[in-house]
């Protein structure tokens, strides 16, 4: 009887963090950690569906993220059918969708930011005591008693239709 062998999930703290996208993998352990013979990631690389770093003397290195995006590629194949080309289609509409989710949500905080400076901005024009106009926030008016004022203060209310 054959022993099973379970893969569990183990977490080492070796005392720095790598960032999920720098390429630290070779190819034979990429390969092995994707499920895949080494010479298909080469044909991934090839065919632009999976962009490892390079090294100064040109060998593949894989992050984190090219490993996940290489058992993606795997099941989309196994498991869905669709061919390579439909994959990196596929892949390729991902990427710009996320680039647009990250666009979207810039500028919806830079909607937000005006939208805040706005509100905290608004003021209205009144006379001053010297006849000068002053910024007064909503609902307050400027004070009353001063010297005499000798400035002339013209509004004309917008013109509706």
Sequence with gaps: ????????SLRVDVGFAV??????????????????????LR?????????????????????ARDVALLREVQRLSQDEGVNLAGIKRILE????NDQLRDEL???????????ARLS??????AAG????IVAMPPGRRPERGGPPASAL????????R
Excluded: N
């Design 105 to 115: 949500d810039r500028l919806r905080g830079e909607v937000e930011e005006l939208r």
């Design 43 to 63: 044909q991934y690389d090839r065919l632009g569906l999976v962009t490892p770093g390079r090294t100064a003397g040109r060998g593949r290195r894989y992050s």
């Design 129 to 132: 005591v010297a006849g000068d």
């Design 19 to 40: 960032d999920e996208s720098t390429p630290v993998f070779v190819i034979s352990v990429a390969a092995q950690l994707a499920g895949m013979h080494p010479q298909t």
């Design 153 to 160: 203060v013209v509004w004309r209310p917008p013109h509706h």
């Design 120 to 125: 905290a901005g608004r003021r209205v024009f």
């Design 1 to 8: 009887m054959a022993a099973e062998h379970r893969r569990t």
């Design 93 to 96: 509409l991902q990427m710009e």
